[in-house]
Nanobody
Framework: VQLVESGGGLVRPGGSLRLSCAAS????????MFWVRQAPGTGLEWVSG????????DYADSVKGRFTISRDNAKNTVYLQMNSLKPEDTAVYYC??????????????????WGPGTQVTVSS
């Protein structure tokens, strides 16, 4: 099983980035997918989740209206489009999978699968 995030980098405040997470080794289309982040010196923060078929999405209040989660089950990939980025969005972003919906931010042991993360830095 693998989850591999990509698309992170350095962006100026107000800019945009699109993260991708490519999944393999499990039946992607049957899993909820999530993004969880960890800012420097802080704990994990649940960011967003999307249902197995993509019809249901949920967001943390801190990103609602700025971030959009989506998935392509034909490509076994989940995305996070991040617009109007702020310095406080700086974090390592992790992709995670679980058979059920959760807003858990306790870490990889609380999810079925967890990726290595990609760094997003928002700075001028």
């Amino acid at each position: 099983v693998q989850l591999v995030e990509s698309g992170g980098g350095l962006v100026r405040p107000g800019g945009s980035l699109r993260l991708s997470c490519a999944a393999s080794g499990f039946t992607f289309r049957t899993y909820w997918m999530f993004w969880v982040r960890q800012a420097p010196g802080t704990g994990l923060e649940w960011v967003s989740g999307i249902s197995s078929g993509g019809m249901v999405t949920d967001y943390a209040d801190s990103v609602k209206g700025r971030f959009t989660i989506s998935r392509d089950n034909a490509k076994n990939t989940v995305y996070l489009q991040m617009n109007s980025l702020k310095p406080e969005d700086t974090a390592v972003y992790y992709c995670a999978a679980d058979r059920k919906f959760t807003r858990n931010a306790q870490g990889p042991r609380e999810y079925d699968y967890w990726g290595p993360g990609t760094q997003v830095t928002v700075s001028s």
